[in-house]
Protein backbone atom coordinates (compact mmCIF):
# COMPACT_ATOMS: atom_id res chain seq x y z
CA UNK A 1 0.00 0.00 0.00
CA UNK A 2 2.84 2.32 0.39
CA UNK A 3 3.89 1.71 -2.99
CA UNK A 4 0.84 2.84 -4.07
CA UNK A 5 0.54 5.59 -2.20
CA UNK A 6 3.65 6.73 -3.33
CA UNK A 7 2.97 6.82 -7.11
CA UNK A 8 4.18 9.73 -9.04
CA UNK A 9 1.76 12.52 -9.46
CA UNK A 10 1.08 14.05 -12.81
CA UNK A 11 3.84 16.22 -14.55
CA UNK A 12 3.74 19.16 -17.03
CA UNK A 13 7.00 18.13 -18.63
CA UNK A 14 5.51 15.29 -20.54
CA UNK A 15 3.08 17.80 -21.82
CA UNK A 16 5.79 19.04 -24.32
CA UNK A 17 8.11 15.82 -24.53
CA UNK A 18 5.93 13.89 -26.75
CA UNK A 19 7.84 10.83 -27.19
CA UNK A 20 9.71 9.68 -30.17
CA UNK A 21 6.70 7.40 -31.56
CA UNK A 22 4.74 10.83 -31.65
CA UNK A 23 7.29 12.89 -33.17
CA UNK A 24 8.02 10.38 -35.93
CA UNK A 25 3.76 10.54 -36.52
CA UNK A 26 4.17 14.33 -36.86
CA UNK A 27 6.77 14.23 -39.07
CA UNK A 28 5.52 11.74 -41.06
CA UNK A 29 2.48 13.76 -41.46
CA UNK A 30 4.29 16.74 -43.01
CA UNK A 31 6.45 14.92 -44.88
CA UNK A 32 3.35 13.87 -46.74
CA UNK A 33 1.77 17.07 -47.00
CA UNK A 34 4.86 18.72 -48.38
CA UNK A 35 5.15 16.18 -50.83
CA UNK A 36 1.50 16.70 -51.60
CA UNK A 37 1.75 20.49 -51.77
CA UNK A 38 5.04 20.44 -54.12
CA UNK A 39 3.31 18.01 -56.16
CA UNK A 40 0.59 20.31 -56.72
CA UNK A 41 2.20 23.59 -56.73
CA UNK A 42 4.64 21.83 -59.77
CA UNK A 43 2.07 19.45 -61.63
CA UNK A 44 -0.73 22.46 -61.64
CA UNK A 45 -0.58 25.73 -60.44
CA UNK A 46 2.88 26.77 -61.65
CA UNK A 47 2.74 25.34 -64.99
CA UNK A 48 -0.59 27.29 -66.22
CA UNK A 49 0.32 29.98 -68.39
CA UNK A 50 0.04 33.53 -66.67
CA UNK A 51 -1.25 34.30 -63.17
CA UNK A 52 -4.26 32.25 -61.90
CA UNK A 53 -5.24 33.24 -57.97
CA UNK A 54 -8.05 30.38 -58.54
CA UNK A 55 -5.68 27.46 -58.84
CA UNK A 56 -4.01 28.70 -55.58
CA UNK A 57 -7.79 29.39 -53.21
CA UNK A 58 -8.47 25.50 -54.96
CA UNK A 59 -4.90 24.59 -54.02
CA UNK A 60 -5.21 25.84 -50.65
CA UNK A 61 -8.84 24.12 -50.34
CA UNK A 62 -8.03 20.34 -51.51
CA UNK A 63 -4.43 20.75 -48.95
CA UNK A 64 -6.67 21.95 -45.68
CA UNK A 65 -9.07 19.03 -46.49
CA UNK A 66 -6.23 16.24 -47.28
CA UNK A 67 -4.75 17.55 -44.54
CA UNK A 68 -7.99 16.95 -41.85
CA UNK A 69 -8.31 13.45 -43.57
CA UNK A 70 -4.10 12.34 -43.28
CA UNK A 71 -4.81 13.98 -39.82
CA UNK A 72 -7.64 11.63 -38.49
CA UNK A 73 -5.75 8.77 -39.79
CA UNK A 74 -2.55 9.73 -37.79
CA UNK A 75 -4.63 10.53 -34.32
CA UNK A 76 -6.10 7.23 -33.76
CA UNK A 77 -2.03 6.13 -33.36
CA UNK A 78 -1.15 8.94 -31.51
CA UNK A 79 0.49 7.68 -28.22
CA UNK A 80 -1.02 9.02 -25.11
CA UNK A 81 0.00 6.62 -22.64
CA UNK A 82 3.46 7.64 -21.25
CA UNK A 83 1.41 10.97 -20.69
CA UNK A 84 -1.88 9.72 -19.04
CA UNK A 85 -0.56 7.35 -17.44
CA UNK A 86 -4.31 5.93 -16.74
CA UNK A 87 -4.51 2.53 -15.94
CA UNK A 88 -7.15 -0.19 -14.98
CA UNK A 89 -4.63 -3.19 -14.35
CA UNK A 90 -5.54 -3.86 -11.08
CA UNK A 91 -2.23 -5.61 -11.02
CA UNK A 92 -0.44 -2.11 -11.67
CA UNK A 93 1.74 -1.29 -8.75
CA UNK A 94 1.54 2.47 -9.63
CA UNK A 95 -2.00 2.75 -8.94
CA UNK A 96 -2.17 5.44 -6.31
CA UNK A 97 -4.73 4.54 -3.49
CA UNK A 98 -7.22 7.84 -4.52
CA UNK A 99 -8.17 8.23 -7.91
CA UNK A 100 -6.33 10.88 -9.76
CA UNK A 101 -9.58 13.01 -10.68
CA UNK A 102 -7.46 16.44 -11.09
CA UNK A 103 -4.71 14.59 -13.08
CA UNK A 104 -6.94 13.22 -15.17
CA UNK A 105 -8.51 16.38 -16.51
CA UNK A 106 -5.11 17.77 -16.54
CA UNK A 107 -4.08 15.19 -18.82
CA UNK A 108 -7.20 16.45 -20.93
CA UNK A 109 -5.43 19.84 -20.90
CA UNK A 110 -2.15 18.38 -22.35
CA UNK A 111 -3.79 16.18 -25.08
CA UNK A 112 -4.97 19.39 -26.29
CA UNK A 113 -1.79 21.24 -26.14
CA UNK A 114 -0.16 18.51 -28.00
CA UNK A 115 -2.93 18.55 -30.53
CA UNK A 116 -2.43 21.96 -31.03
CA UNK A 117 1.27 21.79 -31.73
CA UNK A 118 0.04 18.85 -34.17
CA UNK A 119 -2.17 20.59 -36.23
CA UNK A 120 -0.33 24.22 -35.86
CA UNK A 121 2.60 22.33 -37.38
CA UNK A 122 1.32 22.77 -40.79
CA UNK A 123 0.76 26.43 -40.72
CA UNK A 124 4.11 27.26 -42.74
CA UNK A 125 2.65 25.20 -45.36
CA UNK A 126 -0.60 26.72 -45.51
CA UNK A 127 1.03 30.55 -45.48
CA UNK A 128 3.42 28.81 -48.83
CA UNK A 129 0.50 28.45 -50.73
CA UNK A 130 -0.67 32.42 -49.53
CA UNK A 131 2.73 33.52 -50.89
CA UNK A 132 3.24 31.64 -53.96
CA UNK A 133 -0.14 32.45 -54.75
CA UNK A 134 -0.04 35.97 -53.91
CA UNK A 135 -3.34 35.61 -51.70
CA UNK A 136 -4.81 37.98 -49.22
CA UNK A 137 -4.26 35.88 -45.97
CA UNK A 138 -7.15 34.03 -45.40
CA UNK A 139 -8.90 33.34 -41.90
CA UNK A 140 -7.44 30.00 -41.92
CA UNK A 141 -7.10 29.41 -38.05
CA UNK A 142 -10.96 28.25 -37.61
CA UNK A 143 -10.48 25.25 -39.77
CA UNK A 144 -7.18 24.33 -37.74
CA UNK A 145 -9.25 25.07 -34.46
CA UNK A 146 -12.11 22.27 -35.69
CA UNK A 147 -9.27 20.37 -36.87
CA UNK A 148 -7.66 20.24 -32.98
CA UNK A 149 -10.93 20.21 -31.78
CA UNK A 150 -12.05 16.77 -33.43
CA UNK A 151 -8.31 15.39 -32.97
CA UNK A 152 -9.23 15.84 -28.72
CA UNK A 153 -12.43 14.25 -29.46
CA UNK A 154 -10.69 11.28 -30.99
CA UNK A 155 -8.00 10.45 -28.27
CA UNK A 156 -10.45 11.38 -25.76
CA UNK A 157 -12.76 8.56 -26.98
CA UNK A 158 -9.21 6.13 -26.82
CA UNK A 159 -8.26 7.19 -23.52
CA UNK A 160 -12.07 6.00 -22.24
CA UNK A 161 -11.67 2.96 -24.34
CA UNK A 162 -8.28 2.12 -22.70
CA UNK A 163 -10.16 2.12 -19.28
CA UNK A 164 -12.81 -0.44 -20.48
CA UNK A 165 -12.09 -4.13 -20.35
CA UNK A 166 -12.78 -4.68 -23.89
CA UNK A 167 -9.86 -6.38 -25.55
CA UNK A 168 -7.22 -3.86 -26.90
CA UNK A 169 -8.16 -5.17 -30.63
CA UNK A 170 -11.69 -3.96 -29.99
CA UNK A 171 -10.68 -0.81 -28.92
CA UNK A 172 -8.86 -0.14 -32.17
CA UNK A 173 -12.03 -1.58 -34.52
CA UNK A 174 -14.33 0.67 -32.55
CA UNK A 175 -11.80 3.92 -33.15
CA UNK A 176 -11.64 3.47 -36.36
CA UNK A 177 -15.15 2.73 -36.85
CA UNK A 178 -15.74 6.05 -35.23
CA UNK A 179 -13.04 7.65 -37.51
CA UNK A 180 -14.62 5.90 -40.51
CA UNK A 181 -18.48 7.04 -39.77
CA UNK A 182 -17.74 10.06 -39.40
CA UNK A 183 -15.77 11.27 -41.81
CA UNK A 184 -16.99 8.57 -44.83
CA UNK A 185 -20.45 7.02 -44.02
CA UNK A 186 -22.37 10.55 -43.24
CA UNK A 187 -21.21 11.69 -46.66
CA UNK A 188 -23.10 8.30 -48.17
CA UNK A 189 -26.13 9.16 -45.88
CA UNK A 190 -26.12 12.79 -46.87
CA UNK A 191 -25.79 11.27 -50.68
CA UNK A 192 -29.11 9.05 -50.33
CA UNK A 193 -30.62 11.98 -48.20
CA UNK A 194 -29.63 14.54 -51.33
CA UNK A 195 -31.16 12.07 -53.76
CA UNK A 196 -34.19 10.81 -52.06
CA UNK A 197 -35.20 14.92 -50.94
CA UNK A 198 -34.30 15.85 -54.23
CA UNK A 199 -32.73 18.83 -53.49
CA UNK A 200 -31.47 21.21 -55.42
CA UNK A 201 -27.89 22.81 -53.33
CA UNK A 202 -26.12 25.81 -54.42
CA UNK A 203 -23.51 25.89 -51.45
CA UNK A 204 -21.92 23.71 -49.01
CA UNK A 205 -23.36 25.72 -46.09
CA UNK A 206 -26.72 25.66 -47.66
CA UNK A 207 -29.70 26.16 -45.78
CA UNK A 208 -31.41 22.77 -47.08
CA UNK A 209 -28.75 20.93 -45.62
CA UNK A 210 -29.81 19.29 -42.23
CA UNK A 211 -27.55 20.61 -39.09
CA UNK A 212 -26.77 16.52 -38.26
CA UNK A 213 -24.82 16.80 -41.24
CA UNK A 214 -22.49 19.50 -40.30
CA UNK A 215 -21.34 17.00 -37.17
CA UNK A 216 -19.01 16.42 -39.55
CA UNK A 217 -15.56 17.88 -39.25
CA UNK A 218 -14.64 17.78 -43.19
CA UNK A 219 -17.94 19.09 -44.23
CA UNK A 220 -17.75 21.77 -42.20
CA UNK A 221 -14.09 22.63 -42.94
CA UNK A 222 -14.73 22.29 -46.56
CA UNK A 223 -17.92 25.22 -46.35
CA UNK A 224 -15.56 27.14 -44.25
CA UNK A 225 -12.79 26.46 -46.71
CA UNK A 226 -15.75 27.36 -50.33
CA UNK A 227 -16.94 30.82 -48.61
CA UNK A 228 -13.67 31.83 -47.85
CA UNK A 229 -12.73 31.43 -51.50
CA UNK A 230 -15.90 33.08 -52.94
CA UNK A 231 -18.63 30.74 -52.40
CA UNK A 232 -22.00 31.39 -50.85
CA UNK A 233 -23.00 30.77 -47.26
CA UNK A 234 -26.82 30.23 -45.98
CA UNK A 235 -26.23 29.62 -43.00
CA UNK A 236 -23.91 31.73 -41.22
CA UNK A 237 -21.49 30.37 -38.69
CA UNK A 238 -24.47 28.06 -37.18
CA UNK A 239 -22.29 24.75 -38.89
CA UNK A 240 -18.96 26.20 -36.71
CA UNK A 241 -21.06 26.36 -33.21
CA UNK A 242 -23.07 22.77 -34.27
CA UNK A 243 -19.33 21.78 -33.80
CA UNK A 244 -18.60 23.37 -30.92
CA UNK A 245 -21.69 22.79 -29.45
CA UNK A 246 -21.24 18.89 -29.70
CA UNK A 247 -17.57 18.28 -29.82
CA UNK A 248 -16.81 20.10 -26.22
CA UNK A 249 -19.24 18.13 -23.90
CA UNK A 250 -18.49 15.02 -25.63
CA UNK A 251 -14.69 15.28 -24.75
CA UNK A 252 -16.19 16.21 -21.35
CA UNK A 253 -18.51 13.68 -20.89
CA UNK A 254 -16.01 10.85 -22.13
CA UNK A 255 -13.54 12.21 -19.93
CA UNK A 256 -16.33 11.87 -16.97
CA UNK A 257 -16.39 8.57 -17.79
CA UNK A 258 -12.85 7.79 -17.83
CA UNK A 259 -12.89 9.49 -14.45
CA UNK A 260 -15.70 6.94 -13.38
CA UNK A 261 -14.27 3.53 -14.98
CA UNK A 262 -10.96 4.71 -12.66
CA UNK A 263 -12.98 5.27 -9.48
CA UNK A 264 -14.63 2.13 -10.03
CA UNK A 265 -11.56 0.43 -10.15
CA UNK A 266 -9.55 2.10 -7.27
CA UNK A 267 -12.76 0.98 -5.42
CA UNK A 268 -11.97 -2.87 -6.05
CA UNK A 269 -8.09 -2.48 -4.91
Not at 25 to 48: E, F, K, Q
Request: hydrophobic share 55%; net charge neutral.
Amino acid sequence: MADKASAEPFHWKGVLDMGSRNITLMLSYLIILTLVLTGYLLMVALPVEGYNPGDYELGYLYFIAFQLLLFSLVVPFWEVEQLTGLSIEQSNPSLPVKPPSLAVFRCLGALLWQMAIFVLASVPLILLIFIAGGLNMLNFLWPLVLQVLWGVFILSVRVFLSTTSLPKNWQSFLLMLLVFTALILTPVFFYFYYEYGQLVLTTVFDRDIPGLFFLNPLLTVTGLLYIQTGGTNQVGWAPVVYNLCFYCPAILIFWLLTLRNLNKVYREV
